[in-house]
């Protein structure tokens, strides 16, 4: 009987692979050798950058699927699994800084076509999750979903994640206060009461609401700025 589940479970992971492979496929029969899945993770935080990922699978990879449908463990083990499995990988990151400076929408922009652009050798199509990235050289197709209907862009989901947690990891050694670590810098309950208690750190993306509102000494926080330094 067990024999004969993990017969069907490899069937069906079978079938889930090869039904998330079509983009890729389409793409490979119009002549596109090198197809790359972009996604990125971070665009809703209150802290941190926003990160991007570009991705060109060799082939498909067993478990890949949309980050937010994988454990913590699962994401770093399947991380591994494509940085060492002979797939381009291309990463970029924006700053909080930067976000403030051109808005979220272009720092995104921004992340995706640097991490594309970090691909060796290049790629000859993009497939993106959810947008059309302006500016880029690169033919691309916007999926809507896509890190769960391309298997390129899922792998690219996977590896912006883990790379935004570590580094929000890191974050959290510098500023422990905020609770980075967990959160990841998302509006949590326990991130604002915290933003209420120090005010913003300089990972913190002061633009955002309501961060804006601790830089201009609004009553929500009854605190600005404590001076926190690079």
Not at 26 to 41: K, L, N, P, Y
Not at 80 to 89: F, M, N, S, T
Not at 131 to 145: A, L, M, N, Y
Not at 205 to 214: I, Y
Request: hydrophobic share 45%; proline share 5%; glycine share 10%.
């Amino acid at each position: 009987m067990a024999r004969r589940a993990r017969h069907t479970l490899d069937s069906s992971e079978a079938a889930r692979l090869q039904s998330m492979w079509t983009f890729e496929a389409a793409a490979h029969a119009q002549g596109f050798a090198r197809v790359a899945g972009v996604d990125e993770a971070g665009r809703g935080p209150l802290a941190g950058p926003v990160v991007a990922a570009a991705v060109v699978l060799v082939e498909p990879v067993a478990g890949v699927d949309d980050s937010k449908r994988l454990t913590a463990s699962r994401r770093e083990a399947l991380y591994d699994a494509l940085c060492g499995g002979g797939h381009a990988v291309g990463v970029a990151l924006v700053d909080a800084e930067t976000i403030d400076r051109i808005g979220i929408q272009q720092a995104n922009y921004m992340a995706m076509a640097r991490a594309v652009a970090a691909l060796d050798p290049t790629p000859a199509f993009l497939l993106v999750d959810g947008f059309s990235v302006p500016g880029v050289p690169w033919p691309q197709q916007r999926i809507i979903k896509g890190d769960q209907r391309s298997l390129s862009i899922a792998a690219a989901s996977i590896i912006a994640k883990v790379t935004r947690d570590r580094i929000m990891t890191e974050l959290d050694a510098q500023y422990p206060v905020y609770g980075f670590a967990k959160h990841k810098g998302y509006g949590t309950r326990a991130h604002i009461e915290a933003l209420r208690a120090f005010g913003p750190c300089p990972a913190h993306r002061r633009s955002f609401a309501p961060m804006n509102e601790a830089v201009t000494g609004a009553a929500l926080f009854g605190v600005g700025d404590r001076g926190w330094h690079s």
